[in-house]
């Protein structure tokens, strides 16, 4: 149990991400805080603290995932029940965090609906966000408000070092964008990197160009932020294939699994793809090729360290 250094702490769980809360106060030894949410007849949600949080230190998980908008309600609806029942301090525990995206104006008369998002928590009442790995990083200054932006990356590179690596392994950023990602994951392993550089013609829509870097004969490990249509990652390890790898392996922090995602990886050329259970996949997306890894000790430490207030940065040390 946790020493308490302000008001006793308490966690709560939306119900995106009620087996990650569950897990993370098991870490903890904590009891996971008694909470109704539901819906009114009319469709409304609607929110019950069944506990008292009065001078409390509040934790509140919910991932913003499908359906992101009701995801996103139940958790404005928390976050304003604890702050109205003088909660002392609110955090918003988001392992994944919709709409981060939408961070800039792609086109004429586009919504910034990332920052928007970060207003609305705000005047909710939260006081501090932890998530994991957002789509841009600079999504951190939309907040005024701290906000701990945890990684995925050493998490997924300890499994690999558990389940052990082939000695012919190559790092793949699938993007530029996933570069720093992917650098910093093949100097985990003294292992060479390759990127693919794509052109998106559209949305969700990915055509490979060149592979920059030796994949020949080589076992490909494949990391970004997230795998949403599966089209990039799909395409991807199709293009490491014909360019004369042996296996390709992907994974991601994000499950995000949307429209074609699965029916594209089972007809992949994966051979396997590991994923964090910042998201939880329902039983119809559990297939054979997919494992989870839990990253529940990360978010409880993690917890422990904003509760006593000591630097998150320890934890990749």
């Known amino acids: 149990m946790l020493n308490q250094i302000h008001g006793a702490i308490k966690i709560f769980a939306g119900n995106s991400s009620k087996k990650l809360a569950q897990a993370i106060c098991e870490q903890l030894d904590l009891e996971l805080g008694k909470m109704e949410v539901g819906k009114f007849s009319d469709g409304e949600t609607a929110v019950n603290i069944k506990e008292s949080v009065r001078g409390c230190d509040v934790f509140i998980i919910q991932s913003t995932n499908t359906p992101v908008n009701d995801n996103l309600m139940e958790l404005l609806l928390i976050i304003d029940a604890c702050k109205r029942a003088s909660a002392m301090r609110i955090t918003a525990v988001i392992p994944y965090f919709g709409y981060a995206r939408q961070d800039r104006k792609a086109r004429a008369r586009d919504p910034i609906s990332a920052k928007l998002v970060a207003d609305i928590l705000q005047t909710a009442g939260a006081d501090r966000v932890l998530t994991m790995d957002l789509h841009s990083s600079q999504l951190q200054g939309f907040f005024n408000i701290p906000v701990d932006n945890l990684m995925g990356m050493p998490v997924l590179a300890k499994h690999f070092k558990k389940v052990g690596v082939p000695t012919n392994l190559t790092i793949v950023s699938p993007d530029m964008g996933s570069v720093v990602r992917s650098r ?23 055509e490979v160009m060149n592979i920059i870097g030796d994949v020949k004969g080589r076992s490909c490990l494949m990391l970004d932020d997230m795998i949403d249509t599966a089209g990039t990652i799909c395409q991807g390890a199709q293009a490491l294939i014909d360019n004369g790898a042996s296996e390709v392996v992907a994974c991601c922090s994000h499950a995000v699994l949307s429209g074609p995602a699965i029916e594209r990886l089972e ?51």
């Open 184 to 206: 910093a994951m093949a100097s985990k392993f003294d292992a060479p990197l390759a990127i693919i550089d794509k052109r998106r013609p559209m949305a969700n829509v990915m």
């Open 267 to 317: 007809a992949s050329k994966l051979s396997k793809i590991i994923v964090l259970d910042t998201i939880e996949l329902p039983e119809e997306k559990r297939i054979g090729k997919i494992e989870v890894v839990t990253i529940s000790d990360l978010f409880a430490e993690a917890i422990e360290r904003v509760y006593t207030d000591l630097p998150i940065s320890k934890l990749y040390e």
